[in-house]
C-alpha cells in the first residue's frame, strides 16, 4: 500500500462549483497535512495546511483531516478559472521535516 | 528577489557533461531541499541540508552532488547524467524547528533535460 493514495484526475467543473480534492494515507504517525498548489511551469506554492484532526479555513479553502479513516480533503468553494491548478497533498511527521507527496489532481475550472 | 529564486530555468546536457543548478532563499530560513519532481510520479526529496549541514541523503545515486556554502545558497552538481534524470528540479526551504520545518517553500524549478 502506497503512503499516499491520490486520485491524478483530470478534475474537470463548471466556474462557481465546490470541488472537493482528497487523498487517503496510511502512516499513523502523520500529524501535519499540508495542501500545495502548482500552476503549470511553477514550482508548487504553499496553499494551507492543518495540524492533527479538524478543519481549517482560509478564504474559499476548507481543508479537513479525519485520522480515524486516515482521510485528508481540500474544499474550494465557487471556484474560479484561476484555481485550475494540480492540487498536492502532503502529510508530515511530528518534528520531522520529511513531506510524503501525493502524486497530485489536475484540476481545471471552465468558465 | 524574493522567496525562492532557481537558476537556470531550462538545462539541457548530454550524458557527458557537468552542471550546477542554483538555488537561493530570502526568506530568512535556515533549511533547504532539493526535490525531483517526474512526471506522473509524486515529489521525491533527495537531499535536506539544516544550518550548512547535511541532514538527508535520499540513497540519491553520487551523480548527484548537493553543496550548501550558506543558509541562503544550495546547489545541485550534476555529472554524467542519465535520461532517466530528466526531470524538473525543485529547490525548498523552510526554517529548521519543531512544527515549522514542514512549512516549505518552493521555488520554480529547473527543467533539466539529459540527452
Known amino acids: 500500500q502506497k503512503e499516499v493514495e491520490q486520485d491524478p484526475g483530470p478534475l474537470s467543473v463548471p466556474e462557481g462549483a465546490i470541488v472537493s480534492l482528497n487523498c487517503t494515507y496510511s502512516?499513523?504517525?502523520?500529524?501535519?497535512f499540508m495542501w500545495y498548489r502548482q500552476y503549470s511551469r511553477k514550482g508548487p506554492e504553499l496553499l494551507m495546511y492543518?495540524?492533527?484532526?479538524g478543519n481549517k479555513e482560509d478564504g474559499r479553502f476548507t481543508a479537513q483531516v479525519d485520522k480515524s479513516s486516515k482521510y485528508i480533503s481540500l474544499f474550494i468553494r465557487d471556484s474560479q478559472p484561476s484555481d485550475s491548478a494540480t492540487y498536492l497533498c502532503?502529510?508530515?511527521?511530528?518534528?520531522?521535516?520529511?513531506?510524503?507527496f501525493g502524486k497530485g489532481t489536475l484540476l481545471t475550472v471552465n468558465p | 528577489e524574493t522567496g525562492v529564486t532557481q537558476t537556470p530555468r531550462h538545462l539541457v546536457m548530454g550524458m557527458t557533461n557537468k552542471k550546477s543548478l542554483k538555488c537561493e532563499q530570502h526568506?530568512?530560513?535556515?533549511?533547504m531541499y532539493w526535490y525531483k519532481q517526474s512526471a506522473k510520479k509524486p515529489l521525491e526529496l533527495m537531499f535536506v541540508?539544516?544550518?550548512?549541514?547535511?541532514?538527508e541523503n535520499n540513497s540519491v545515486p553520487s551523480r548527484f552532488s548537493p553543496e550548501c556554502p550558506n543558509s541562503s545558497h544550495l546547489f545541485l552538481h550534476l555529472h554524467t547524467l542519465q535520461p532517466e534524470d530528466s526531470a524538473l528540479y525543485l529547490c525548498?526551504?523552510?526554517?529548521?524547528?519543531?512544527?515549522?520545518?514542514?512549512?516549505?517553500?518552493f521555488g520554480p524549478g529547473t527543467r533539466l533535460t539529459v540527452l
Open positions: 525548498a526551504s523552510s526554517q529548521w524547528s519543531s512544527g515549522r520545518s514542514h512549512e516549505q517553500f
Open positions: 502512516n499513523s504517525a502523520f500529524q501535519y
Open positions: 492543518t495540524y492533527s484532526s
Open positions: 502532503a502529510p508530515g511527521g511530528g518534528s520531522n521535516y520529511k513531506l510524503t
Open positions: 526568506l530568512g530560513h535556515n533549511a
Open positions: 541540508y539544516s544550518l550548512e549541514e547535511r541532514v
